[in-house]
């Protein structure tokens, strides 16, 4: 097999005998509206889903029809719109966001000035005869304008594709001077790109007079959030949202089969036992699985980028990737930055890690603007949550028993940008990260806690010690301890895996690609005691010696029950993987204060 990772060129693909998920059965159904909105997070495929419509509805490739087409799923059977539209084509990720509205506004009508002449020249290139039509370099929608007039006058309606619409909005709305500024430069500078008279504004008015004239045949947009098409809404009100449709769950994205089928091949060419293939499955699972975009839907799918990324190195070197997580993806810990920033957004982040990552609300909200991003400082969390859901940081779970709406961080992958994320919340200094991190190998490498239960007290409880204490309890110190412990490079990192139908507060367990080091796998159970509880106030509890902390009865009865319960999960723990060097410990946490720690012994 022959990877293109990176790539969004179907023609090229194809040509090239790439690997290819067949998506295109799903052609018909999108015949279904002539107006399309469909939203899915970065490094999702969408590029190449509108680069495969570009090529089937284009009519200068007819001929390569069967070539292009003909042993995929529509070749079979293709609709009567094939090969029938003029395509233009519009990418705004080729905007720049940088400079003043006037220079984002001229960037933008350079952009589109560009694709109308590269229209124009690709198809008289080909034979096709268009009346001529003008560029106006300072009005691109004029420009607009009198290409549609001119393939009006031919045999062939246009089909408009815009990828990536809101990319250079949401660059601008993202800036960090608009989040600490309250509306700020950069908010100010968004509002006009899409207030009444602003370029988008009226780009997507022009777009919708197009397309109601019926200039434009057929208009297909993506993106990665309703924000920007809120805005708007007055401007370009006749898209049908596609992106919570169940027939459209996997149009971007693959399936569980899918991916096995591909290691399936990978485990034969590299002449790999067959039964690892349900390791590699299993991995690539715990990575790269979990994104669900439709209520209606059992399916969860992959991020296809991760996982060709995956293959291509699979493949290459017959090992496993060292990094599970593609550097293009990490730029995605801005989203969660951004939310971090908000009234509420560190409470929510911390609530994921502590709450099994997952939050419930009542119904993600599909539409919402500059206002609730900029202005409104009450964000509730609906909003929050949405924002996340859109980003692909959060993903479609399932519903309460009372029919609410459970999202979750889908992988370990984005688990490990929330940690990262919330560890620089608590220890922005990066010389405390690495000492902080310096302690945990300690533990994963030596099964010594002592060190790292020392640094949470020192740092992590400094910070915590503000946090309101009716919330107090084992999970936020749990949390404090995953950040540090971290490290999917060598672990399969989880806080409260099911086993058993009870719950290990952490477990970290080797990858299997990394048995062959000298690490650890490691077991850490948590309790807490409120102060309250022994009658002690923060300061009496710093100055109590370590004789002394371990002799208080709420800490004793506290440590006992949390031995149990390791040396239960510990059992099932070697039940399930085999052969593992696990290391168990029991941390009871007396406040934001103290740390009581003991290793468990089996012998």
């Known amino acids: 097999m022959k990877f293109a990772y990176g790539s969004s060129d179907f023609r090229g693909m194809i040509n090239e005998g790439s690997f290819y998920i067949d998506r295109t059965d799903k052609i018909p159904l999108l015949e279904g509206s002539k107006s399309q909105l469909f939203i899915r997070p970065r490094r999702f495929g969408k590029s190449l889903l509108l680069s495969m419509l570009e090529n089937y509805y284009d009519v200068a490739k007819k001929e390569e029809f069967d070539q292009l087409f003909g042993h995929l799923k529509i070749g079979k059977n293709p609709t009567p719109l094939r090969n029938s539209y003029f395509i233009l084509k519009l990418d705004f990720s080729c905007v720049d966001p940088t ?41 691109a929608l004029y420009s607009l304008q009198s290409l549609a007039k001119a393939a009006a006058a031919t045999s062939y309606p246009i089909y408009l594709l815009i990828d990536e619409y809101d990319n250079f909005a ?28 602003g370029p988008l504004r009226t780009f997507f008015k022009t777009v919708k007079a197009l397309t109601t004239s019926t200039m434009f045949d057929r208009v297909f947009i993506t993106g990665v959030s309703p924000v920007v098409m809120a805005d708007i809404t007055s401007g370009y009100n006749v898209a049908e949202n596609i992106y919570f449709v169940p027939k459209f769950n996997d149009l971007c994205g693959f399936t569980q089969a899918e991916v096995q089928s591909v290691i399936q091949e990978i485990i034969e060419q590299c002449s790999w036992e067959k039964s690892k ?18 209520y209606k839907t059992k399916q969860y799918i992959y991020n296809p980028t991760l996982c060709v990324y995956f293959f291509k190195y699979f493949q290459e070197y017959c ?8 550097a293009n993806l990490a730029t995605d810990e801005s989203k969660l930055e951004y939310i971090a920033r908000l009234p509420k957004g560190r409470d929510l982040l911390l609530t994921l890690m502590e709450k099994n990552q997952e939050v419930v609300i009542a119904e993600i909200q599909d539409r919402f603007g500059i206002q609730d991003m900029l202005i409104d400082s009450s964000q509730d969390l609906t909003f929050l949550v949405s ?50 991190k310096e302690a945990a190998r300690q533990l994963w490498s030596k099964g010594n806690i002592e060190p790292l239960c020392k640094f949470v007290e020192d740092k992590y409880f400094k910070v915590f010690a503000n946090r309101d204490y009716r919330w107090a309890n084992e999970l936020t110190v749990k949390t404090a301890f995953l950040t540090l412990l971290y490290n999917d490079l060598l672990y399969i990192m989880d806080s409260e895996p099911e086993i058993d139908r009870r719950y290990a507060d952490l477990t ?51 440590l006992e029950d949390a031995i149990k319960q390791a040396g239960e999960y510990g ?13 168990k410990f029991v941390v009871v946490a007396l406040g934001f204060e103290r740390i009581c720690f003991k290793k468990i012994d089996d012998k």
């Open 319 to 326: 090992e496993y990737p060292r990094k599970m997580l593609d």
């Open 508 to 558: 970290m367990i080797i990858r299997p690609d990394k048995r062959h080091g000298k690490i650890l796998d490691v077991l850490i159970e948590f309790k807490f005691v409120h102060l309250k509880d022994v009658n002690m106030t923060g300061e009496q509890a710093k100055n109590l010696t370590e004789e002394e902390l371990g002799i208080i009865p709420q800490i004793i009865e506290q």
């Open 170 to 197: 949401n660059t601008v709305m993202m800036g960090v001077q608009m989040l600490d500024k309250g509306f700020g430069e950069h908010g100010q500078r968004y509002q006009s790109l899409v207030h009444e008279q």
């Open 99 to 139: 400079g003043t509205a006037d220079d984002i506004r001229q960037s933008l009508f350079n952009h589109i000035n560009v694709c109308i002449e590269g229209f124009s020249t690709y198809y008289k290139f080909n034979g096709f005869e268009l009346p001529a039509s003008e560029i106006n370099h300072n009005d």
């Open 277 to 294: 293939v349900s390791e590699a499955v299993e991995l690539m699972k715990t990575y790269y699985n979990g994104y669900k975009f439709c």
């Open 387 to 436: 924002f996340l859901y859109y980003f692909g940081v959060l993903t479609i779970a399932s519903d309460t028993e009372d029919l609410q709406t459970v999202l979750r961080v889908p992988n370990l992958v984005m688990k490990g940008l929330y940690v990262d994320r919330i560890c620089k919340m608590f220890l922005p200094m990066p010389d405390d990260r690495d000492n902080g």
């Open 571 to 583: 059992k099932h723990l070697e039940e399930k993987y085999g052969n593992l060097r696990l290391h």
